[in-house]
Nanobody, 119 residues
Framework: QVQLVESGGGLVQPGGSLRLSCAAS????????MGWYRQAPGKERELVAG???????NYADSVKGRFTISRDNAKNTVYLQMNSLKPEDTAVYHCKVVVVVTIDTYEYWGQGTQVTVSS
């Protein structure tokens, strides 16, 4: 069973930075897209950033220019560098990994890490 372990969340003041990591283990096949989602209280889960196996990235408009997603394929790890954090970035952040098995794909989610931006 694939396991995703997230780390790097915490409390930070507005304007500060955090770096989230998500390491996937027990991967027996290729990893396709990796991404970060977030869910704030009372809101639906939303895509923050995604990165394809090619390295192509996409971002939510609200984080463009502030967040950077990257991946280390040798470590099966995806990162999210978050700069210039705002209170509205407060949420539980989840990573998602898509594993490709021939023509089928399987999604796996991390347990979530809390990010709180507050003074």
């Amino acid at each position: 069973q694939v396991q995703l372990v997230e780390s790097g969340g915490g409390l930070v003041q507005p304007g500060g930075s955090l770096r989230l990591s998500c390491a996937a283990s027990r991967i027996m096949f290729s990893i396709g897209t990796m991404g970060w989602y977030r869910q704030a209280p009372g809101k639906e889960r939303e895509l923050v950033a995604g990165i394809a196996s090619s390295g192509r990235t996409n971002y939510a408009d609200s984080v463009k220019g502030r967040f950077t997603i990257s991946r280390d394929n040798a470590k099966n790890t995806v990162y999210l560098q978050m700069n210039s954090l705002k209170p509205e970035d407060t949420a539980v952040y989840h990573c998602k990994v898509v594993v490709v098995v021939t023509i089928d794909t399987y999604e796996y989610w991390g347990q979530g890490t809390q990010v709180t931006v507050s003074s």
